[in-house]
Structure formats: structure tokens, C-alpha cells
């Protein structure tokens, strides 16, 4: 009987944990979940963008019982590894116990975009992408 590896955990961290944490921890969920379990967390946590819901769906992902949660939820969870998708996270994330390793990736925040409706979801959609490509190329 062969033995299945433990998954590793992983926690994905932005400022509000409204748009890339969210995305992050959806994406690897869903395209790598038989190996990781992800989770993501915010230093100012406020609430998940709607606009999140709208561009993961489109990918075929319900994102919709998701929820924006703050560091001390995860501070008991064992983690392999700690993200950080914002260089404001980065400066104010806690030490987690057990994180193993720290990683630091940053991307655009889509909301500080402004411009109409389809350029706005064009700048959402492009964030995802770039999160996903990422995601293949790091946990892949």
C-alpha cells in the first residue's frame, strides 16, 4: 500500500485580504489541492471584493463562501509556507510558528485601478492570470 505524502499548508498574505490572497488561496486550492492546502489571511483585514467573486467565477471557481479573515485565526495552524502578495504585508506579517518558509511575490492591487467597468475587470482579470501563471511556475 503506498503511502500518500502530508499535504503542505500554506497561507497567502495582503493587506485587506479582499483580492490577491483570495485569489491566491482559491488558485492553488483548486489547481493543487490534492498536494497543498492554502489559506489566506490580511494584516487589515476588511472585506473580499465582489469583483473577486466575478473573475474567479468565470475560471469555474466559487469563491463565494469565502470571507476575509485577519492573522490570529492561523496563528495555531501549522503552515509549511507563508506568502506575501503585497510589500505592506510583507513589512507587517507576524512570525508564524512552524512557517517554514517565508515567501515574498508582489502584485498590483487591482482596486487602486480607475477606470470603466471592462477596464477595471480587464485589470482584475489580469491580477488572476498573473497570480495563476505564478502559482503553476511555484508550486507546479
Not at 3 to 32: D, G, W
Not at 36 to 45: E, K, N, V, W
Not at 65 to 86: A, M, N, R, W
Not at 91 to 118: I, M, Q, T, V, W
Request: charge should be negative; glycine fraction near 4%; proline fraction near 5%.
Amino acid at each position: 500500500m503506498k503511502m500518500c505524502a502530508p499535504k503542505k499548508t500554506v497561507l497567502f498574505v495582503c493587506t485587506h485580504n479582499a483580492i490577491r490572497s483570495q485569489i491566491a488561496e482559491a488558485l492553488l486550492n483548486e489547481i493543487y489541492g490534492d498536494r497543498y492546502t492554502a489559506y489566506s489571511a490580511g494584516s487589515d483585514p476588511t472585506k473580499m471584493d465582489p469583483l473577486v467573486k466575478t473573475v474567479m467565477s468565470e475560471m469555474d471557481i466559487d469563491v463565494s463562501h469565502h470571507h476575509s479573515k485577519g492573522f490570529s485565526v492561523f496563528q495555531e495552524v501549522p503552515l509549511d509556507y507563508v506568502i506575501t502578495l503585497c510589500d505592506q504585508a510583507k513589512e507587517s506579517c507576524p512570525y508564524f510558528p512552524g512557517g517554514n518558509l517565508r515567501l515574498h511575490r508582489s502584485f498590483a492591487d487591482p482596486s487602486e485601478f480607475k477606470g470603466n467597468h471592462e477596464e477595471t475587470m480587464n485589470r482584475y482579470r489580469q491580477t488572476r492570470d498573473e497570480i495563476k501563471d505564478w502559482i503553476e511556475k511555484e508550486f507546479g
